[in-house]
């Protein structure tokens, strides 16, 4: 269950990039743009998800965060999905500090920050309006008639929307609760039927899938001859760390700890693949002892692929 706010792939990919990329990458400025880019998107998503929880009508929703909706080959990833008895709610979270235009006319968004250039940007109602219809369309599937509703929601506190925004509700942040309100008010009414949300969200989980990992091929290319390999020291820059005696050891902050690497395996899934075998965890890892390998890799709590003799070990992504 998507209960729990989780981080995008992407911003997964750039953490681990970041920790194993060698100091004298050329990509490093590329690095921490993107990285700030993630990490702002993930605060964003995190303050609009404060903002619900903290409101009066929190009790009465079920929220997923992340939810998938369609299937592998064509989905929409939806920021937050909010399930009502009389509604559902999509909420599209954009973290764009500036100031925002949207023009209905001509479908296009643009932001201006401190005086800079004036960017073009993709509009959110295309994305918004695609996970309505991926919505609807699994609705109608299973028969349930339930109202559908979107909304974007810029949640950078230093946004500014600039005057006549669109048509399509789009609010900032600080507006989210009155939005609720008028919204719980349009079906105050008990004509309106009621569903159970606990179905419902059962039914958007059943169907959910897991999404691989996201790998940017032109980055990827670039960059693997300076990725670090091994199982990395948390309080050292660089550090590689060995395996004796059950434990992983830090020789320069003498460090220790008998899991790290699933931090490690994280990183491989996020980097190198989601799959990986005994003999490359060994090759990567430094691990001389093929059964000690082995036996890691099996209290892992990862799944098994393949037969006994050639198995291959898939690395879930809430590791
Ligand atoms: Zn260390």
């Known amino acids: 269950m998507n209960l729990i706010r989780r981080k995008s792939e992407k911003y997964l990919f750039y953490e681990a990039l970041e920790r194993r990329l060698v100091n004298t990458s050329t990509i490093k400025n590329t690095l921490q743009e993107a990285l700030r880019k993630e990490g702002g998107g993930y605060a964003g998503e995190l303050r609009v998800d404060r903002e619900i929880e903290e409101s009066d009508f929190f009790t009465s929703y079920i929220l997923m965060k992340g939810l998938i909706v369609g299937n592998s080959t064509s989905y929409a990833q939806i920021d937050t999905f909010i399930i009502h008895e009389k509604f559902l709610l999509i909420i599209e979270v954009k973290n764009l500090p500036g100031i925002i235009k949207m023009d209905n006319q001509l479908h296009q968004i643009t932001r201006q920050r401190d005086n800079g250039p004036v960017e073009g940007m993709r509009n959110p109602e295309d994305q918004l309006l695609r996970s309505e219809r991926f919505v609807r ?43 609720l309100e008028s919204l719980h008010l349009m079906y105050a009414d008990h004509l309106y039927p009621k569903f159970e949300p606990r179905k419902i969200q059962l039914l958007f989980t059943q169907h959910e899938f897991e999404l691989n990992p996201y790998k940017p091929s032109h980055i990827l290319s670039k960059v693997n001859t300076e990725i670090l390999q091994g199982v990395l020291c948390p309080q050292c820059i660089n550090k590689l760390l060995i395996y004796r005696n059950k434990f992983w050891r830090c020789s320069q902050c003498n460090y220790k700890n008998a899991e790290e690497h699933r931090q490690a395996l994280k990183e491989y899934r996020s980097l190198l693949s989601h799959k990986v075998s005994t003999k490359e965890w060994m090759k990567f890892s430094g691990i001389r002892s093929v059964s000690t390998a082995s036996r890691m890799l099996q209290k892992s709590n990862l799944f098994i692929d393949g037969t006994f003799k050639n198995r291959t070990y898939v690395i879930p992504r809430d590791l």
């Open 137 to 179: 369309k699994f609705l109608s599937f299973h028969n349930i008639p339930m109202p559908v509703h979107g909304l974007i929601v810029f949640s950078n506190p230093s946004s500014v929307l600039e005057k006549p925004f669109s048509k399509k509700s789009a609010i900032h942040v600080s507006g989210l609760h009155q939005t």
